[in-house]
């Protein structure tokens, strides 16, 4: 379980594998100059706060690998922060390589 430390606030603690997420959303978005609001909630409370260029932030992991991401999550919650401006958690997409393709049935010869 990582954590999220948003100025000099109480730490917020969030699963690596998301952090990693909204850590590399979060930071795309400061690197294009955009400030935005976050929304995020543990089990002790719900924060929301306005990030921009000068917010001292820090992502703390406490596992010692890099989460692999998933590009359809990381599109979902830009076009979160895109829409309303306040970057929200979305679930987790299934990755489409994962998905299963239909296969069309074929009428039986007779």
């Given at each position: 379980?990582?954590?999220?430390h ?12 998301t ?7 979060i ?35 406490t ?7 998933n590009?359809?999550?990381?599109e979902?919650?830009a076009d979160e ?6 970057l929200r ?11 299963m393709?239909?296969?069309a ?6």
């Amino acid at each position: 379980m990582g954590s999220f430390h948003y100025d000099r606030c109480a730490a917020i603690e969030i699963d690596d594998r998301t952090l990693a997420h909204l850590q590399a959303v979060i930071l795309d978005k400061l690197r294009r100059n955009e400030s935005f609001a976050f929304d995020v909630s543990d089990e002790k409370r719900w924060v929301s706060c306005w990030l921009n260029q000068r917010t001292a932030l820090e992502f703390r992991y406490t596992g010692n690998r890099r989460a692999a991401l998933n590009h359809e999550w990381l599109e979902l919650l830009a076009d979160e922060v895109g829409m309303h401006g306040v970057l929200r958690l979305v679930p987790e997409p299934v990755p489409a390589s994962v998905v299963m393709p239909r296969v069309a049935r074929v009428p039986a010869r007779v």
